[in-house]
C-alpha cells in the first residue's frame, strides 16, 4: 500500500472551505485514495474515494493531480460537526477495500 | 438500515486474561474485518473474515483469533492479555461489491491493567 503523508493539524473557520492535502508520491496505477474520518469515540467514516479522476458527493470533493502524486479533500462548507481526524490512504483496488493501512491522518478543528 | 453494532462497548480485564468482543455487521454485509487502535494512533488492520474463514491478516500475533457465523457477525478473541493491548477495537462490514467502503462500528474500548 501507498505512504501517504498529511499535516499534524489544521484549523478552518465555520463556512468556509477545509482543504486538506495529501501527498501518495509512491502509489501505483491500481491504488486508489480513500478518505475516511473519524470524530471523537466514534469509529471511522467513510467520506470518498477515487483513482485518478476527480471525485464528488454529499458530503466532499476529492481532486487528484494528474500524476496521482498528491490529492486535496475539499469540505465545501465546514461545520463544528466536521471537527474529526481525516484519513488520506493509498489501497489497492482488491475489490474489498478491506486491509486499509490508516496513518496518524490531519486532526482538522473548526471554529466559530 | 441497520449499522455495525458493537459489544460490550466498555471492558476492563486484567493481564493473562482472555477476552471476546463482538460484532454485528451492517445488514446487507458479508465481509467483516477488525481493526485495533491504540490512543492517539490510526487503526491498524488485524484480519478479514469472509464466508467465515480468515481472508487476510495484519501483522498480529496467532493469540487474537476470530471468527464468522452464517449471519456474518463476528467475534474477536485474544487470549493472554497484555497491557500493550489496551486500545480500541473497531469492527467493520463491508459487500464483496468492487470498492465497497468499510462501514465501521464504534468499537470496544478495553482496558488491560
Known amino acids: 500500500d501507498a505512504k501517504t503523508t498529511q499535516p499534524t493539524s489544521m484549523d478552518c473557520a465555520e463556512g468556509r472551505a477545509a482543504n486538506l492535502p495529501c501527498n501518495h508520491s509512491?502509489?501505483?496505477?491500481?491504488?486508489?485514495v480513500y478518505w475516511y474520518r473519524q470524530i471523537h469515540s466514534q469509529g471511522p467514516q467513510y467520506i470518498i474515494h477515487?483513482?485518478?479522476n476527480n471525485e464528488t458527493n454529499e458530503m466532499a470533493s476529492l481532486i487528484i493531480t494528474e500524476d496521482r502524486k498528491s490529492s486535496t479533500l475539499i469540505l465545501p462548507h465546514a461545520t463544528l460537526r466536521d471537527t474529526a481526524v481525516y484519513y488520506c490512504?493509498?489501497?489497492?483496488?482488491?475489490?474489498?477495500?478491506?486491509?486499509?493501512?490508516f496513518g496518524t491522518g490531519t486532526r482538522l478543528q473548526v471554529t466559530l | 438500515e441497520t449499522g455495525v453494532t458493537q459489544s460490550p462497548t466498555h471492558l476492563i480485564k486484567t493481564r493473562g486474561q482472555q477476552v471476546t468482543l463482538r460484532c454485528s455487521s451492517q445488514?446487507?454485509?458479508?465481509?467483516v474485518s477488525w481493526y485495533q487502535q491504540a490512543l492517539g494512533q490510526g487503526p491498524q488492520f488485524i484480519f478479514q473474515?469472509?464466508?467465515?474463514?480468515?481472508?487476510g491478516r495484519g501483522n498480529f500475533p496467532p493469540r487474537f483469533s476470530g471468527l464468522q457465523f452464517p449471519n456474518y457477525s463476528s467475534e474477536l478473541n485474544v487470549n493472554a492479555l497484555e497491557l500493550d493491548d489496551s486500545a480500541l477495537y473497531l469492527c467493520?462490514?463491508?459487500?464483496?461489491?468492487?470498492?465497497?467502503?468499510?462501514?465501521f462500528g464504534n468499537g470496544t474500548r478495553l482496558t488491560v491493567t
Open positions: 467493520a462490514s463491508s459487500s464483496r461489491e468492487w470498492n465497497s467502503p468499510l462501514h
Open positions: 477515487g483513482l485518478k
Open positions: 490512504i493509498g489501497s489497492p483496488d482488491t475489490g474489498t477495500a478491506s486491509k486499509l493501512t
Open positions: 445488514s446487507g454485509h458479508n465481509t
Open positions: 473474515y469472509y464466508r467465515e474463514e480468515e481472508n
Open positions: 509512491t502509489i501505483s496505477g491500481n491504488e486508489y
